[in-house]
């Protein structure tokens, strides 16, 4: 029983190394790709955003067109910012308070 246990170690060991070459492997063929595959997952990121919350693009829309420079459009400016600046608070995990 013993030997067989050292078989099956030395056989995880091999699998395991292998494993490691391959991921070093994939990692440097897919490094050309890291740009292109980040800004895709932003588009899709940002779809999600809309799916979700499609009167933001409809007002972002709006505030953009619409409203153009005028004394409107800069605090049009200042709610959007404060908007996103919520959001990213917002969907940050909170702390475990002590």
């Known amino acids: 029983m013993n030997a067989?246990?050292?078989?099956?170690?030395?056989?995880?060991?091999?699998?395991?190394?292998?494993?490691?070459?391959?991921?070093?492997?994939?990692?440097?063929?897919l490094q050309p790709w890291q740009t292109p595959l980040a800004f895709v997952d932003r588009g899709m990121a940002l779809a999600r955003h809309i799916r979700t919350h499609p009167l933001a693009l409809a007002m972002g829309v709006l505030l953009m067109f619409g409203l153009g420079r005028s004394r409107w459009g800069a605090w049009a400016g200042r709610l959007w910012t404060g908007w996103q600046i919520y959001?990213?608070?917002?969907?940050?995990?909170?702390?475990?308070?002590?």
């Open 4 to 29: 067989k246990l050292m078989a099956i170690a030395r056989r995880r060991a091999a699998l395991v190394a292998k494993a490691a070459a391959q991921r070093g492997e994939l990692g440097h063929g």
């Open 87 to 98: 959001q990213s608070l917002h969907d940050r995990p909170s702390r475990p308070r002590d």
